[in-house]
């Protein structure tokens, strides 16, 4: 059976029937009150929406908003901190069902490290509560800044996914409020189907309303930290193979606009947590003041205005330019370092200039990830780069990264690499941009790739459904059917990649 018609066996919802809210004309359905309305964004402020916005902050305020959903005949999307770069959580002229103000932490016990905290706390709170006592995330994004709830709906990774796996891995048990109302408890012991497919389930299942985890002991609020420089993907595919068993973590930067003998040439860093007596001091650095960011440059120029002052450089020359300086620092002066760093400042260097995405405005910017077995990798990723130099789109930034697969339903992962890049978007090479991504994901589809899409912005049905594969989304259906047979919970991502199991309000009116 083809992709295509793969979706053809997607559940006849209930709501589709005459008779329900959802079946309504529009005209004919109550009004929703204005005071509710926003234009909300993708983090790369490459679309937005008028959105009724509600923020409750309790279990009973989440299913109070289902209820609105359902007496208006309209679709609910989850959001949490917004940090998806495309349309994950954006729903446009529907509801957004917005989690911060759930922002508690529920329970903490120092000595185990397990944690419980409601959706909207977000991993700078978690990790903030919890240094102190010797405890670290044992998954993060490059960004502090996202929900937990957010987080588990995409089964985030970070820079040691070969080594502890995805945030899932992690997360000992969640409650599930379904929008029916009831409340599901889910772990590896009770209701396992629904934990491996609500985690990565982009918010598509339910609304987690509490979630478990168990963090990791670190001994020093430092990492020891070691830089190098690579003359080619190839090189720093094998310089990771070898480093993969010792490291705990690995991340590599790719200069996109090198081409010939140098192209994929880059800069890695790789990082292991201190052992017990390697810090003396382990009791100062474990201080949350000690592994924040600091807000200025060499203690003189607020970072805020950093972005501004990199703003001439978003252009093809300035980040050739930048790219080239950066490459040439690291593979002179920073090459071969070792270097103590705080976990923060290691894992968070993405939040080291505030606002640094408004350096893409007006149009904003995509990321396009892909995940490739390590077989295919090589020759996938180099293929990647010459398309995009060949067309005159060049990303702005590479990120490489070494992953393991897992065992969640929805899952991103390879026992492979992937490969994030970041292209700039204008009104004028949008329709370009999307072209060269259909190219790209031919490419990683005959590589036997992956997509992931907390970064998602211009994959298409087919594609998507080629990856996951019939199975993968029957089950997923399924599920759907069980936990949410109205269809209530959609997005604009759910829409554009499964539209037919996910009918829009549209295809919904009689
Ligand atoms: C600068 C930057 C760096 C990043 N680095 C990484 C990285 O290293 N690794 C990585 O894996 N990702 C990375 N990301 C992506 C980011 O971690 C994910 O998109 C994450 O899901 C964002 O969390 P959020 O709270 O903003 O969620 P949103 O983007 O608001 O939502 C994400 C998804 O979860 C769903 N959702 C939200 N809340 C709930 C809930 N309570 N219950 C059920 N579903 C819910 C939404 O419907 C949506 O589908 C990065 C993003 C940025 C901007």
Request: charged share 20%; glycine share 8%; proline share 5%.
């Amino acid at each position: 059976m083809s992709a295509i018609e793969l979706k053809t066996t997607a559940p006849d919802l209930p709501s589709d029937k005459p008779g329900s809210a959802a079946s309504l004309t529009p005209e004919l359905r109550p009004p929703m009150p204005v005071d509710h309305l926003e234009r909300v964004e993708t983090w790369g402020m490459n679309a937005s929406a008028l959105t009724y916005v509600y923020r409750p902050s309790t279990v009973e305020g989440v299913r109070e908003v289902f209820e609105i959903a359902r007496r208006h005949g309209l679709k609910v999307g989850l959001r949490g901190a917004g940090r998806s770069y495309g349309d994950a959580s954006l729903t446009a002229e529907n509801i957004g069902l917005d989690l911060t103000r759930m922002n508690r932490i529920l329970a903490w016990d120092p000595r185990t490290g397990v944690i419980t905290v409601e959706p909207g706390v977000t991993l700078r709170q978690m990790w903030q509560y919890a240094i102190g006592d010797g405890w670290w995330p044992p998954v993060v994004s490059g960004t502090m800044f996202v929900t937990m709830g957010g987080a588990a709906g995409m089964n985030f990774h970070g820079k040691n996914n070969f080594k502890l796996g995805p945030l899932g891995e992690h997360i000992l048990e969640f409650d599930l409020l379904l929008p029916t109302g009831e409340v599901v408890l889910c772990s590896r012991e009770q209701n396992r189907d629904l934990f491996f497919a609500a985690i990565g389930g982009f918010g598509m299942l339910g609304c987690f309303v509490r979630l478990t985890l168990q963090l990791k002991k670190v001994c020093s609020g430092l990492l020891s930290v070691y830089a190098f420089s690579t003359r080619s993907l190839r090189h720093m595919m094998e310089e990771f193979e070898q480093r993969r068993d010792a490291a705990d973590y690995l991340v590599g930067w790719i200069d996109c606009f090198a081409r010939g003998k140098s192209l994929g040439r880059g800069l890695a860093h790789e990082a292991r947590y201190l052992h017990e007596g390697e810090d003396a001091n382990p009791a100062q650095t474990l201080r949350v003041e000690k592994q924040e960011l600091p807000d200025t440059l060499f203690g003189l120029i607020p970072k805020s205005l950093m972005w501004r002052a990199m703003r001439p450089f978003a252009n093809n020359f300035g980040m050739r330019l930048l790219n080239q300086a950066k490459f040439t620092a690291g593979n002179t002066l920073g090459n071969h370092k070792t270097v103590r760093q705080s976990h923060a400042g290691f894992a968070f260097l993405l939040d080291y200039v505030p606002d640094w995405k408004f350096v893409y405005k007006p149009g904003g910017l995509i990321q396009y990830q892909s995940f490739v077995p390590k077989e295919t990798a090589e020759s996938c990723f180099t293929q990647q780069i010459r398309i995009c130099q060949q067309e005159g789109i060049v990303p702005y930034l590479g990120v490489f990264k070494r992953h393991r697969p897992d065992a969640f339903l929805m899952t991103h992962a390879v026992d492979g690499y992937s490969f994030a890049l970041d292209f700039p978007m204008t009104a004028r090479n949008r329709e370009h941009l999307w072209q060269l991504t259909a190219k790209l994901n031919e490419i990683t589809l005959q590589a036997g790739g992956r997509f992931y899409f907390a970064k998602d912005s211009t994959l298409d049905s087919r594609s998507a459904a080629a990856y996951l594969g019939e199975e993968t989304l029957n089950r997923f259906f399924a599920l759907k059917q069980r936990c949410d047979p109205e269809n209530l919970l959609q997005t604009e991502l759910s829409k554009r990649l499964f539209g037919m199991m996910l009918p829009s309000i549209d295809d919904q009116t009689v």
